[in-house]
């Protein structure tokens, strides 16, 4: 009954705001266009011609504008990159002319492509939406903080990019060990929080895996567990259920290193520390050290 009583007062609300501005008209697709794929990449390349990005009066409507980006999203999952992204590049060239409206914009898509956990989220969508707030001189430097910290997380330890060496230690040691000294073909780092139930479904699953065992007294892999939040008693008091075939440690601000949005988080390192998975699963990474294996032979 709630849900339902919200979702009345949400319609409602976003009625009482269309009727304060001019409502969103999608483009016309020219009749000549047939194709679904066709269609669908000049639907997206016009998408904002005709919606008035730059009106303040939409400030005070801004469900209005949430809608008609919910809408674009939509349509992205049917396009091209290319379209995608150029379509992006021009809305926030008209978004750019002020700084609120920016803002606006760039708020509506945090919730839907970054900070989200719906079908939309893509960080390769919502990062020109940080850097034109990091660049714009009409956002002043306060307001430009949580954009800033954003950038050093979406542009640190991404698919193909050497990861960023870090400190960790064992538990109750205080010497410290760094992750670029470990050697093995492939490292498996795996940022994990006990209390968190993923976590811990996700660590008893990697625990089990005959094929992980196998690698790991094969030689050809190294599985990192980390806690991301330094060593507390609440961890060390767990530190005792993780598999002795795996180096366990913790490390401290592994915020400022990792994307915790999502936990657990798993990275395939190869020899070299790049990245060959990000934010992937035990089933990729089996499929992966399986093909690695097969055409080594």
């Known amino acids: ?110 919730k839907y492509l970054y900070s989200g956990q719906g079908p939309f989220v893509s960080e390769e969508a919502y990062l020109p939406f940080v850097n034109a707030v990091i660049e714009s001189k009409k956002v002043d430097k306060l307001r430009k903080l949580r954009y800033e910290y954003q950038y050093d997380v979406l542009t640190k330890n991404q698919l193909g990019m050497k990861m960023t060496d870090f400190e960790y230690k064992l538990p109750g040691e205080k010497k410290m060990y760094r992750l670029k000294k470990l050697k093995s073909p492939f490292i498996l780092v795996y940022i994990n929080d006990p209390d968190c139930d993923d976590c811990s479904l996700t660590t008893l699953r990697l625990s089990v895996s005959q094929a992980l065992l196998k690698e790991i007294r094969e030689g050809r892999l190294t599985i990192l567990s980390v806690y991301p939040d330094g060593e507390t008693e609440e961890w060390l008091a767990g530190v005792g259920e993780y598999p002795k075939e795996w180096i366990v440690a913790s490390m401290e601000n592994g915020d400022r290193y990792f994307d915790l949005r999502i936990m657990p988080a798993m990275y395939l390192l190869d020899k070299d520390k790049k990245i060959i998975l990000r934010n992937t699963s035990l089933e990729e990474v089996e499929q992966t050290l399986s093909k690695e294996e097969n055409s080594t032979k």
């Open 1 to 110: 009954m709630l849900i339902v009583c919200a979702f009345v007062g949400f319609c409602a609300l976003l009625k009482a705001q269309d009727a304060s501005v001019a409502p969103y008209q999608l483009p016309d697709i020219p009749d000549s266009l047939t194709t679904p794929d066709v269609r669908s990449e000049y639907l997206i390349t016009h998408y904002w011609d005709n919606f008035e990005v730059e009106n303040r009066a939409y400030l005070d409507a801004p469900l209005v504008v949430e809608q008609a980006f919910v809408d674009f999203m939509s349509i992205m999952r049917l396009t091209s990159r290319d379209c995608t992204m150029n379509s992006i590049d021009r809305l926030l060239e008209r978004a750019s002319s002020d700084g609120d409206i920016l803002l606006m914009y760039a708020d509506i898509a945090d």
